[in-house]
């Protein structure tokens, strides 16, 4: 069955980066359109950035030129790239792949 797991998160300084994972088994994420999303407390969620199975990718105008979503085809894996981190951007992420997602993991960027 079709799995999700996040990993990458943790508590970071404003300007700083992280690179987010997304290992996904039972299916090859080189044929999925794949989806990172994020929700912070009290906010509604954000779909953050996308990558076609045909690998365009789509960026939220709140994360264009500081994050990048990209994927691994060898290691079945979707990653996010996130530089320049603010504390907007303290959310839980998760990665979706149709009505499928991970638990998602908690990025904090706080000094």
């Known amino acids: 069955q079709v799995q999700l797991v996040e990993s990458g998160g943790g508590l970071v300084q404003p300007g700083g980066s992280l690179r987010l994972s997304c290992a996904a088994s039972g299916f090859t994420v080189s044929r999925a359109a794949m989806n990172w999303y994020r929700q912070a407390p009290g906010k509604e969620r954000e779909l953050v950035a996308s990558i076609s199975a045909g690998g365009s990718t789509y960026h939220a105008n709140s994360v264009k030129g500081r994050f990048t979503i990209s994927r691994d085809n060898t290691k079945n894996t979707l990653y996010l790239q996130m530089n320049s981190l603010n504390p907007e951007d303290t959310a839980v992420y998760y990665c979706?792949?149709?009505?499928?997602r991970g638990q998602g993991t908690q990025v904090t960027v706080s000094s």
């Open positions: 979706t792949m149709s009505q499928n």
